[in-house]
């Protein structure tokens, strides 16, 4: 949607952005995320949106957290491709067992960076 002007979007991805603006706005100042401070947010910004948006977004966000949809949001969290197909075994040795834990040391490693929260602009 970011390439898509606001005025090509229909009337209820208009209101299902601007309750997404709302909450995104509501949650970086502290503010509790409910029906009414969303309505009075978007009456301020001059727009109107259907009344069961709010509340549908709200409850959303009470349910799921607001991190977690803004990580599914920003894409983190994927997973990665599936594995190679293993080789055959060289007479009955534990090499799949070392593959093994190569394989679960780089996923450690990428867990660890997601971790580190980095705030560029703060």
């Not at 299902?16 to 947010?41: F, R, S, V």
């Not at 009456?43 to 803004?70: D, F, H, Q, R």
């Not at 040795?93 to 997601?114: I, L, S, Y």
Request: with cysteine.
């Amino acid at each position: 949607m970011a390439n898509v002007p606001v005025a090509d979007l229909s009337k209820e991805q208009q209101d299902e952005l601007l309750c997404t603006y709302a909450a995104l706005i509501l949650h970086d100042d502290g503010a509790e995320i409910n029906p009414q401070n969303m309505t009075n947010l978007i009456k301020a910004a001059g727009c109107n949106v259907e009344a069961y948006w709010p509340l549908l977004m709200s409850k959303m966000i009470s349910n799921v957290g607001m991190e977690t949809l803004i990580k599914l949001g920003s894409g983190a969290g994927g997973g990665g491709g599936g594995g190679g197909g293993g080789g055959g075994a060289a007479a009955g040795g534990d090499g799949g067992a070392a593959a093994g834990a190569t394989e679960e040391k780089k996923v450690e490693e990428e867990e660890e960076e997601e971790d580190m929260e980095f705030d560029l602009f703060g």
